[in-house]
């Protein structure tokens, strides 16, 4: 079976302030680009809809690759801080509430249904995907 690879970022202008994410989905000899924007966000808010929307649009289970260059996001899954803050109540290790609840319980479901591997990349370095996921965030802000 053949594996998804989806490349999502986030971009916000200011922080908080108008802000955008993209997505490239690569199948096979297939390439699928999302983007879309929010007015009053923040550069993390941007980094989860784009793992959220890159999700959503999986037409087909089969495995997934996810890339972000998001640290936040990727550790908070491949460490399991997600778990932590959960039988935490939602809070952090110093008892602060997690932010962004609200989309990480999205993320949670995504994931139980998709089982996508999460896998960190450097931003706005060589990896043309993630640079076009870049450049689709960043455009989206201006639309």
């Known amino acids: 079976m053949k594996t998804l690879e989806i490349y999502t970022d986030g ?3 200011g922080n908080p302030g108008p802000g955008g994410w993209g997505v490239v989905m690569i199948y ?3 390439t699928k680009e999302l983007f879309g924007n929010e007015q009053d966000t923040t550069n993390n808010r941007m980094e989860m809809r784009a793992v959220i929307e890159g999700l959503r649009a999986v037409k087909t289970r089969c495995p997934i ?3 972000s ?3 936040y996001i990727v550790n908070a899954i491949n460490k399991d801080w997600i778990s932590n803050w959960q039988n935490n109540g939602w809070r952090t290790a110093d008892k602060k509430e997690v932010k962004n609840k ?3 319980e999205q993320i ?3 994931n139980v249904k998709l089982n996508p591997t999460y896998i960190w990349v450097k931003g706005h370095s060589t990896n043309t995907h993630n640079n076009r996921a870049d450049e689709l965030a960043v455009g989206a802000i201006k639309k």
């Open 69 to 71: 260059d998001s640290s």
């Open 65 to 67: 690759n996810l890339y």
């Open 28 to 30: 096979s000899d297939k």
């Open 102 to 104: 609200d989309l990480w």
């Open 11 to 13: 971009a916000c202008s």
């Open 108 to 110: 949670i479901e995504l």
